[in-house]
C-alpha cells in the first residue's frame, strides 16, 4: 500500500506561482512512477506532468510553465507551476503507479486533491 498526500495549493493571482508537494508513504520503494493530473469543474481529469527515473513529461498545455521534481530521500513529488493562467484553475491530484511483490500488475493509488484557484 501507498499513501498519497498532496499540500501547496491555493488562490493566486495570473502569472502568479504555487508549488505544490505530495508527499508518498508506505511501500514507496514499489514507486514505478509518479504523475500530477489535474480536473476541472465539468471536465474530465487530465494529466498534467510525469516523473519517471529522472525522466518527465509534460502536457502541452503546461510545457514551459510547470516543472515537475522528485525528492526520493523525502518520498516527496513536486509541482512548480509558474505563469499560471486561470485556465489552470482545477483541483490537482497526486498519482503513483505501484507494483508490491504480491502485485500481479502495476496499480494506481490517488492523493485526496489540492485546489488551485487562478484569478484573472
Known amino acids: 500500500q501507498v499513501q498519497l498526500v498532496e499540500s501547496g495549493g491555493g488562490l493566486v493571482q495570473a502569472g502568479g506561482s504555487l508549488r505544490l508537494a505530495c508527499v508518498a508513504s508506505?511501500?514507496?520503494?514499489?514507486?514505478?512512477?509518479m504523475r500530477w493530473y489535474r480536473q476541472a469543474p465539468g471536465k474530465q481529469r487530465e494529466l498534467v506532468a510525469t516523473?519517471?527515473?529522472?525522466?518527465?513529461d509534460y502536457a502541452d498545455s503546461v510545457k514551459g510553465r510547470f516543472t515537475i521534481s522528485r525528492d526520493n530521500a523525502k518520498n516527496t513529488m513536486y509541482l512548480q507551476m509558474n505563469s499560471l493562467k486561470p485556465e489552470d484553475t482545477a483541483v490537482y491530484y497526486c498519482?503513483?503507479?505501484?507494483?508490491?511483490?504480491?502485485?500481479?500488475?502495476?496499480?494506481?493509488?490517488w492523493g485526496q486533491g489540492t485546489q488551485v484557484t487562478v484569478s484573472s
Open positions: 498519482n503513483a503507479v505501484v507494483t508490491l511483490p504480491t502485485d500481479i500488475a502495476p496499480r494506481a493509488y
Open positions: 516523473i519517471s527515473s529522472g525522466s518527465t
Open positions: 508506505g511501500s514507496t520503494v514499489s514507486i514505478n512512477f
